[in-house]
Each structure stands twice: as structure tokens, then as C-alpha cells.
């Protein structure tokens, strides 16, 4: 069973980040596009590595660094949950594969395993550039004995393992859900919804130091932090407690319990594996067609009818790109309920609600739009797009309207709520309607250009283009860098709140023209990638 | 109908896939394009269809430029590859309104020609019936079911006869032939060619990119089988 693993391990690895294609291909444009993310990569890494650092540096200043091992383990276990909630039930049961794998001579364990271990490889990843560092600035201050380094160096192998089993368990057991429906997708995309609703929910009220305790003793703070990590992940204590005090007891609990649960799910998930992806795999077909009248359409009606027909058909697509517009609106109600400093407090980010609301809002869908994997998503398709007689730009269209469909009611919900709440008069008003709109038409528009650039055709599941797709990537870093400039702007030039929303409206429409303005000469032609 | 001429493609890596290749065909020609795996007919019957860029060269569809007049070329011709992979989450159904749309074709007419060339290929009843559901063949049906919906004036197919069942296969070549009768052309790609030799008035062979015969099929067959033929002029072709 080992060599069974490791073998499907190797396989699915072959394809991730595309080390494999990079290796092979003969594309010198290809490989430079690889290099490119590698510096960008490299960049976001550091930048991260610096944060961890300053964090571990900040506590450690505070006599709190006996609780660095907590807080970033518990950062590392809280990302590792969030991001493979959406990803384990199709990794788990990616249908695809599952028809290929089955028919070998391998066991159901060995092929929950090896999807199991791709999705850990890319976590650990995460835990070893998070850990690090905060483990070097804390060995520095603090000068720990070599049951740290070695106690810390096991912790950062077996940190993913918990959270990806826990993930692993919700994908599992919506899949078993959904696989029971005739509309799996639709039930799976609502309650893998809900789930993301209901985590980051609980995740905003449990975050968050009542500031009005800053002031008081540092024992009594650190009590206090130590306390709320005990609540919301006590297995990120036992490890401070192991790596700090050196209780090898903590490390065990904290391996026993990692490795427990991923065993009893694994020998829970060998028993059904196959019946819930049989369950899944299963399609309706009833062979009574009788036709009825045929409507004719306009070209861009019926290519946004496929799009959106294409966009409900996977629910790791819809759970993932709709995460920005659901972050919208539990934003926008969470001001109009609770009022800005409460979400200002939950958020840990003093006065920026108040003075960047209109951009915070808009700034979250931009980060993870639909467009920037739905040319990728046409995977095996690809051929019918570029025979069919449509030009460039009905097709970019097409899908920048979906992405404008999807996102209007999340938009409408969000400023009639803040309307209601919040009563702006007519200037702040236009800024709380416009910037958001204006953000959202960018993203959309964005998402194309960037997965132009970085487009993946060739894959064998969804969730590596939606995913590990470079250019989600990049959108994520777009989305950052648009609002990091407004928001910056806001701060410094007080006074003249106005003339940054006006400037950031017409700078993102601006760039959404361009973008258009860029390939007008393509634009009449059928769609080819350069 | 088809004017390839000159046509030159070589890949990123340096390999040229299509060397100086140039061959007509006519309105009403059912033109069988043979040649071993990886001889280029896939390429150039991409680079027709407009999914690949030529080098060199011109190819010109309805006596239109595939380059600056793609999509009018496109509306002109339909293309099925060899694994047609269409769009599994719509139905049958819709994915039929979908091209009718694209292409413009009036309400009324689509009903008809779909319920006819759906029922011909013996997939009316499971249009209601999501594609992801269909085997192989069934898929086959409906892309050529799709291909036929706009009449167009040029069927561009790389092996058609990939999954067709016996019967299928007999269709297809019944409607191929009714098809050009009525002065459209076919270009196809094949392996079989007992196939070409007994459907096509013209046939073409490929080998390392390079046309190496091009004519009429009697002409080239006389005494012999199209099969001696291709043996002998591919292998002539590599001693050479």
C-alpha cells in the first residue's frame, strides 16, 4: 500500500504548480511566465516571513513570546481550514481521476491518501514559511534550548494534519450529502456556503482583543490571548507548551490527537469511499425528450446563458469566487447591525471601517472574481470557443457580465443594508454606491486580462484551476494592491475623503478601459491566445 | 471551397509540423486527408478551423482569408476533432440552441433541422438529457448533429468515424454524400482507408508534414488498393 501511495502521490504532485510543465516544455514564453510567478512568489513569501517575524519579535518584546509557537500555529491551522474546506470534497472525490484510479490495481486508502497528501504538501508549505521565521526571531530574543528547534521541527510537519482532516471531514460529509440530491451541485455549493458563512462568522467574533484592556498589566493580556486561543484551537497551546516548557507530554497530545483523527477518518471515509463516489458520479438521464418551442436568442444572451450555465455546473468554482461578494455583505450587515467601531474592533483595524468602508467593500470581490479562471474553466472545451464565430470581445464580455449578474444582488444587498443603517447624506451616498460598483467592474474586467496571461487548459480537476490557478493568485494580489492605495490615500490626505473616491473610481474605470483599449485590433476577431 | 496553399507551421521548440503544404478543395468534393500518426493533419486542419496560427502560407475558406476574415470563414464551415469534447453541462437540447444561436439560425428552421438530423443519428429522445450523461458515440452524434445545424458550406472533420457504431457510421457516410451534393465540401482526416477509398472523390497524403500525393482517388488507385497506395508512397517517402 506504501508503494501505492507514493506512486499516486508522485502522480498528482507531477502536476502541481507546474514544476513538471515548467521542466519539460520547449515554450520559452511559458517558462518565463513561470519565473515571473516564482519572483512574485518568492516576494509574497518574504513579505509574509517578515510579518511572522515582527509578530513572533512584537510578542516576544512583550513577554508574551512563550505564546508565539500558539499564535502562529494557530494562524497556520485557521488559513490551512479556511482554504481546504472548498477544496477537500472535490479533491477527495475528483470524479476524473477516481475513473482513471480505480481501474488499477490499487486500494481505495491508497487514492484517499494520495489526494489527501497533495493537499498536504502544499499546507505544509504554508506551516514551514510561517513557523520558520517566527521560530528563528524567537530563538534569537529568547535563546531556547535545542528542545525547541527539535520539538518545533516535528510540530511544523504534523501542524496541517488536524485542520486538513477536520477540512477533509466537512468536504466528506457534504459530498455524502450532496451526492444524494439530484442537483449535487447546487446542494453542495449551498452548504459548503453556509459552512464558509458560519466559520467566518464565529471566526470575526472570537478574533479580536478588547482594546480597552491594552492599557492594563501585559500578564493579564497574555491571559487573555492565551485564553481565546485555548477556545477557539487548543492544540495550538499544547505545542507552546511543548516547544516553550519542553513538556514532551503537550507534543504528544498534540501528535496523538493530529494523527488519531486522520487514522479513524481514513478507515471511516475507506469504508463509503467508493459508494459516495459512485453517488456523485451518477447522472439522470431519462431519454422522454419531446421538443417544445425554441427561443431564438442574441449571440451575447446565449453566451452568458452558457456561462452561466458553466458556472453552476461546479461547485468549487461557485464556493470559491463567491467567498468575496458573501465577505461583502456579512461587512455591510455587520455595519449596519452592529454598528462600524464594533466591526472595527472585530476586525482589529481601528477607524478603518469608518474611514475606508466604500473600499473595503469593493476591494473583497475583486480578490477572488469569477473571471480570473473562467477562460482556464473552458478547459477541454477550448476548441468549441475558438471555432465558434464569435469575436474577442463578445466572449471577454460574456463572461465579465456574469461575473456582473453574480455580483449585483451580493451589491444590492450590501447598500440597501448600509443605506438603511447608516443614513449618508447624498455625497456619501454616490461614494458608497459608485466605489464598490466601480471595484466590481474592475475585477471582473481584471480577472479576464490577468487569465489571458496565465491561462490553463489542460487539467484534470477543477480544483487546481480554481485554486492553485496563477491567476486567482495574482487577482488576490490585485485585489490588494487596489485597495492598499485608496486606503492609504484615506489616511493620509484627511479632509479630502471625496476627491479619493472620485480619483478611485475614475482610476479603476480608467484601467478597465484600457484593458479593452490594450487588444482593440483582436477584439472583432474570434478568440486566439497569442 | 478550401485553398490551402503554401502552408508552413512549425512549434514552439523548433519542429515543423506542416512544410510548404498546399491543396484545393472544390464546392461538392468529400476530400479524404490520410496520413500516420503525427504527420500533421491534425495541425493543419487546426490551422483551417483557426485554432492554430500559420507560419507561412494562406488558406482561404469560401474565397475568404482564414487570417483577416476569420469570422466570416467561421460562419462559412463547421469543425468536429477527433474526441469531441463538448460542453457536458448542458443538455443535448441546449447545447443545440446554443450553436443555432451563435450562428444565427432562425427559430423555425432550427426546430426542424434538429428534430430531423437529431432523429436521423437516433438522439432525439435524450436531447433533454445532460451531455455529461452520454457515451462516446452519442456525443459523436451530437456534435455532427450541431455541425449540420447552420448548413454550412464547408465540414472540416478529423475522424469522424472515431466511436460510431456500425449503423452510425453508415449514416454518416449516406449524409456526407447527401451533404455534398448539394455542393458543400468535406475535408476529413481519416486512418481508414478502406473508408476514403470508398467515400472520397479526392484524397490527399501527408507524411513528416509534407503533401506527398494529392489527386483524384481513381486516378491515384487504378489497379491498386488505396491501402498499396499510401504503403507505398509514405515509405518511398521515408527512404527518401
Not at chain 1, 125 to 137: E, Q, S
Request: aromatic share 10%; proline share 3%.
Amino acid at each position: 500500500m506504501t508503494r501505492q501511495i507514493r506512486l499516486l502521490t508522485k502522480l498528482s504532485l507531477y502536476g502541481m504548480f507546474g514544476f513538471n510543465e515548467f521542466r519539460h516544455t520547449k515554450d520559452g514564453k511559458k517558462k518565463l511566465r513561470y519565473c515571473l510567478m516564482g519572483v512574485l512568489w518568492v516576494f509574497l513569501i518574504l513579505m509574509l516571513a517578515g510579518y511572522v517575524g515582527l509578530t513572533s519579535y512584537g510578542l516576544a518584546v512583550m513577554g508574551m513570546g512563550y505564546l508565539a509557537p500558539a499564535v502562529l500555529g494557530m494562524l497556520v491551522s485557521l488559513v490551512t481550514f479556511l482554504f481546504t474546506i472548498a477544496k477537500a470534497g472535490p479533491v477527495l472525490f475528483d470524479q476524473r481521476a477516481y475513473e482513471k484510479q480505480v481501474a488499477l490495481p490499487v486500494e481505495a486508502k491508497s487514492i484517499i491518501v494520495s489526494r489527501f497528501l497533495s493537499m498536504y504538501f502544499t499546507d505544509m508549505l504554508l506551516g514551514l514559511v510561517v513557523m520558520l521565521p517566527g521560530m528563528a526571531v524567537y530563538g534569537a530574543v529568547e535563546r531556547p534550548g535545542f528542545g525547541f528547534y527539535l520539538y518545533g521541527a516535528v510540530v511544523i510537519f504534523f501542524l496541517p494534519l488536524l485542520p486538513l482532516t477536520a477540512a477533509s471531514v466537512v468536504g466528506a460529509v457534504i459530498a455524502g450529502i450532496s451526492g444524494r440530491w439530484k442537483r449535487k451541485n447546487l446542494v453542495s455549493i449551498l452548504l459548503t456556503m453556509s459552512f464558509v458563512c458560519v466559520i467566518l462568522v464565529g471566526s470575526m467574533s472570537l478574533g479580536g482583543l478588547d482594546e480597552s484592556q491594552l492599557g492594563s498589566m501585559m500578564e493579564e493580556l497574555a491571559g487573555q490571548l492565551e485564553r481565546q486561543i485555548g477556545r477557539l484551537y487548543p492544540p495550538a497551546i499544547w505545542i507552546s507548551r511543548a516547544m516553550v516548557s519542553g513538556q514532551v507530554a503537550w507534543l504528544l497530545a498534540f501528535l496523538g490527537v493530529s494523527l488519531g483523527s486522520f487514522l479513524i477518518f481514513l478507515e471511516l471515509l475507506g469504508h463509503f469511499y467508493s459508494k459516495v463516489c459512485q453517488m456523485l458520479s451518477a447522472r439522470e438521464a431519462r431519454g422522454n425528450y419531446q421538443m417544445q418551442q425554441l427561443q431564438a436568442k442574441s449571440v451575447m444572451r446565449s453566451l452568458v446563458e452558457r456561462e452561466w450555465r458553466r458556472y453552476f455546473a461546479s461547485s468549487v468554482y461557485v464556493v470559491n469566487t463567491l467567498t468575496g461578494e458573501l465577505m461583502m455583505v456579512l461587512l455591510a450587515l455587520g455595519v449596519a447591525l452592529a454598528g462600524r467601531d464594533t466591526v472595527d474592533r472585530l476586525l482589529g483595524l481601528p477607524g478603518a471601517v469608518d474611514r475606508t468602508l466604500p473600499v473595503l467593500l469593493g476591494a473583497l470581490p475583486v480578490m477572488m472574481p469569477l473571471t480570473a479562471c473562467s477562460l482556464s474553466m473552458e478547459g477541454k472545451n477550448w476548441w468549441m470557443t475558438q471555432t465558434l464565430p464569435v469575436a474577442r470581445r463578445e466572449l471577454i464580455w460574456s463572461k465579465v457580465n456574469l461575473q456582473l449578474i453574480v455580483a449585483l444582488p451580493f451589491y444590492l444587498v450590501s447598500e440597501v443594508a448600509l443605506i438603511v443603517a447608516l443614513r449618508p447624506d447624498l455625497t456619501e451616498a454616490i461614494c458608497l454606491l459608485a466605489v464598490p460598483a466601480a471595484y466590481i467592474l474592475f475585477g471582473a474586467r481584471a480577472g479576464i486580462a490577468v487569465n489571458e496571461k496565465f491561462p490553463v487548459f489542460d487539467w484534470d480537476s477543477e480544483a487546481k484551476v480554481v485554486k492553485q490557478g496563477a491567476s486567482a493568485f495574482l487577482m488576490m494580489v490585485i485585489g490588494l494592491a487596489t485597495a492598499a492605495v485608496p486606503i492609504i490615500a484615506l489616511f493620509v490626505l484627511e479632509g479630502m475623503t471625496v476627491f479619493v473616491y472620485g480619483a478611485t473610481v475614475g482610476a479603476l474605470l480608467l484601467l478597465t478601459w484600457l484593458m479593452d483599449l490594450k487588444g482593440r485590433n483582436k477584439l472583432s476577431a474570434p478568440y486566439r491566445l497569442d | 471551397m478550401l485553398e490551402i496553399k503554401n502552408l508552413t507551421k512549425i512549434y514552439k521548440g523548433g519542429k515543423t509540423a506542416v512544410d510548404n503544404l498546399s491543396l484545393t478543395v472544390r464546392a461538392g468534393d468529400i476530400y479524404g486527408f490520410i496520413g500516420h500518426n503525427g504527420a500533421g493533419k491534425t495541425t493543419t486542419i487546426k490551422a483551417v478551423v483557426g485554432i492554430h496560427d500559420c507560419d507561412k502560407g494562406e488558406i482561404r475558406v469560401d474565397g475568404k482569408d482564414v487570417r483577416t476574415q476569420s469570422l466570416a470563414c467561421k460562419k462559412a464551415m463547421a469543425y468536429i476533432p477527433d474526441n469531441p469534447d463538448i460542453y457536458e453541462y448542458l443538455t443535448g437540447i441546449q447545447y443545440l440552441n446554443f450553436l443555432a444561436d451563435i450562428y444565427q439560425v432562425p427559430a423555425g428552421e432550427r426546430m426542424e433541422r434538429i428534430r430531423r438530423e437529431a432523429e436521423d443519428f437516433g438522439i432525439y429522445s435524450v436531447l433533454g438529457d445532460l451531455i455529461s450523461t452520454y457515451s462516446h458515440g452519442m456525443r459523436q452524434k451530437l456534435a455532427l448533429t450541431g455541425a449540420l445545424i447552420h448548413e454550412p458550406k464547408l465540414l472540416v472533420l478529423d475522424e469522424p468515424f472515431v466511436g460510431l457504431d456500425p449503423e452510425a457510421s453508415l449514416l454518416l457516410k449516406r449524409k456526407m454524400h447527401a451533404f455534398c451534393e448539394k455542393g458543400s465540401a468535406i475535408f476529413f482526416s481519416t486512418h481508414v482507408l478502406e473508408v476514403a477509398e470508398k467515400l472520397c472523390n479526392r484524397i490527399a497524403v501527408i507524411s513528416g508534414g509534407k503533401l506527398i500525393v494529392e489527386g483524384d482517388t481513381k486516378e491515384l488507385t487504378r489497379d491498386k488498393s488505396l491501402e498499396d497506395v499510401f504503403m507505398e508512397v509514405t515509405h518511398h517517402d521515408k527512404a527518401d
